[in-house]
């Protein structure tokens, strides 16, 4: 099937979802699926929610409000205290189900309450081949997934998001903080800061796809293979060291594997994946 075929297909299953609340994170496929929702159906029948909590990178949120309004977008934010929930912060295999149940049950109380009728999110065809526990909560809550739907791989909403110009078409995937919490590790509103203030020093270094892993002592640093030379280069490895142990961090560790998405979830046993999905 056609990359043109499937985007018609997103908007025949838009049309169908009628009114939409839209799951918007701000990264390549909420935007995409945003900005598709928009010009399908009008700006007066889609409202983007953006759940704000201290899992959400700062930078993360102040690029998501600046590229909803250039689509032209009406945002709410939506204020999740899934930091609070027990399930979610013991940080097992399932913790994503936890946070997006949260977030979805709020989504879809709005909805009713505003009078729309569909919530969706960006979950994209690759999702269906990675462990995604969210992806659980999604069916829980009766939350669309138009582009998975429509059979949309990333590549191909990234090739749709460069004809549309948007931002997002080739910035790096960016999951919320806690994915770079070790699994077993508490998940608690300062180590989620650590993280966050860890990967902004590395931003203003000029690394551009990266993680922070938090091994509660350890941090972990995964940079594309290409650049590790240059994060252990004077004076970068010295800027470095003092930073992350001036948040907290004993030891400051590179991963010589370099950079690699979901790389916490190499350590899950096969039947612990299939339990949490």
Not at 59 to 84: K, M, P, T
């Amino acid at each position: 099937m056609s990359i043109q075929t499937k985007h018609q297909a997103l908007q025949m299953r838009l049309r169908d979802l009628g009114r939409v609340v839209v799951a918007y994170s701000g990264g390549v496929d909420s935007t995409f699926l945003l900005a598709a929702a928009v010009e399908t159906l009008g700006r007066e029948n889609v409202l983007a929610c953006i759940g704000v909590s201290p899992s959400l990178a700062r930078s993360q949120y102040d690029a998501a409000i600046q590229n909803a309004r250039l689509i032209g977008a009406e945002v709410l934010e939506v204020n999740v205290e899934e930091v609070h929930d027990a399930d979610y912060a013991a940080n097992k295999a399932d913790r994503c189900f936890h946070c997006k149940s949260h977030l979805y049950g709020l989504l879809v109380s709005i909805a009713k309450e505003k009078g729309y009728d569909a919530v969706a999110c960006g979950s994209n065809l690759d999702d269906k081949d990675d462990f995604r526990p969210g992806n659980r909560a999604a069916k829980v809550f009766s939350v669309a997934c138009p582009l998975m739907e429509a059979g949309l791989t990333k590549a191909e909403i990234r090739e749709l998001s460069r004809r549309m110009n948007l931002p997002t078409a080739d910035v790096p995937a960016s999951p919320c903080l806690a994915s770079r919490m070790s699994y077993g590790l508490e998940i608690t509103a300062e180590r989620l800061r650590q993280v966050e203030k860890a990967e902004d020093l590395l931003r203003s270094l000029g690394f551009v796809e990266f993680r922070v892993r938090h091994h509660d002592a350890i941090a972990r640093i995964e940079v594309r293979p290409a650049d590790l030379p240059r994060l252990t280069a004077e004076p970068t490895r010295i800027r470095i060291v003092e930073g992350l142990k001036n948040l907290g961090f004993k030891f400051i560790t590179v991963d010589l594997q370099g950079f690699r998405s979901g790389a916490l979830n190499e350590v899950l046993t096969e039947q612990e994946k299939q339990k949490s999905l």
